[in-house]
């Protein structure tokens, strides 16, 4: 256990190698649950570090390996986010899906769903993605569902509906000067 703990303090300051070696350490030593679970987040965190430096293969790997260890909402969610810089949409679609057998009450793949069925046009089809990530409980941030539904009804023309949503995400994300600025030009049109 005393393992365990070094690797949690070391992925808490950000070392995320030695984290990982650690975990790996522990899990040779006394494979238990917590340990299993710690690395597979941990190999979540590293894989989503690659994903920003746009490795995506990488982060794939990673992604899979963490799912193999303790498969979690998130590491499918963000593994279909891969997927879908690499254009493999129906493949993202899959993995949130899966996200969402494992935990229900995590609103990011709702979303993800939503957002990849916007790209291939299908605004109807994302309406009740978006819908339900917004009342889902564990979900940050949680102003994009909104601006995803505003989006939505924009390019549907439901300039009034656009604005609720946009309205409803500036509550959520009052700094947000682009938002405020959009709203204010719908207002204009509007009038």
């Given at each position: 256990m005393a393992l365990v703990k070094q690797a949690r303090n070391r992925q808490?300051?950000?070392?995320?190698?030695?984290?990982?070696?650690?975990?790996?350490?522990?899990?040779?030593?006394?494979?238990?649950v917590e340990a299993r679970t710690h690395l597979a987040m941990a190999l979540v965190q590293q894989a989503m570090n690659h994903q920003m430096a746009e490795e995506f293969d990488e982060a794939i790997r990673l992604y899979k390996e963490s799912i193999a260890l303790c498969p979690t909402a998130d590491a499918h969610?963000?593994?279909?986010?891969?997927?879908?810089f690499q254009?493999?949409?129906?493949?993202?679609?899959?993995q949130c899906e899966v996200a969402i057998q494992i935990d229900?009450?995590?609103?990011?793949?709702?979303?993800?769903?939503?957002?990849?069925?916007?790209?291939?046009?299908?605004?109807?089809?994302?309406i009740p993605w978006l819908e339900k990530a917004k009342q889902a409980k564990r979900y940050e941030p949680r102003h994009f569902p909104y601006l995803n539904l505003g989006r939505v009804y924009v390019a549907k023309g439901m300039l009034q509906k656009a604005l609720e949503?946009?309205?409803?995400?500036l509550r959520l994300d009052p700094g947000n000067t682009d938002l405020a600025q959009t709203i204010e030009q719908l207002e204009t049109k509007l009038q």
């Open positions: 808490l300051a950000g070392d995320l190698n030695e984290s990982i070696r650690l975990y790996k350490e522990s899990i040779g030593l006394h494979p238990t969610t963000y593994l279909g986010w891969a997927y879908s254009g493999r949409i129906d493949e993202a679609i899959a229900p009450e995590f609103g990011n793949p709702y979303n993800d769903i939503g957002v990849y069925l916007m790209q291939q046009q299908q605004l109807d089809e994302a949503e946009f309205h409803g995400a």
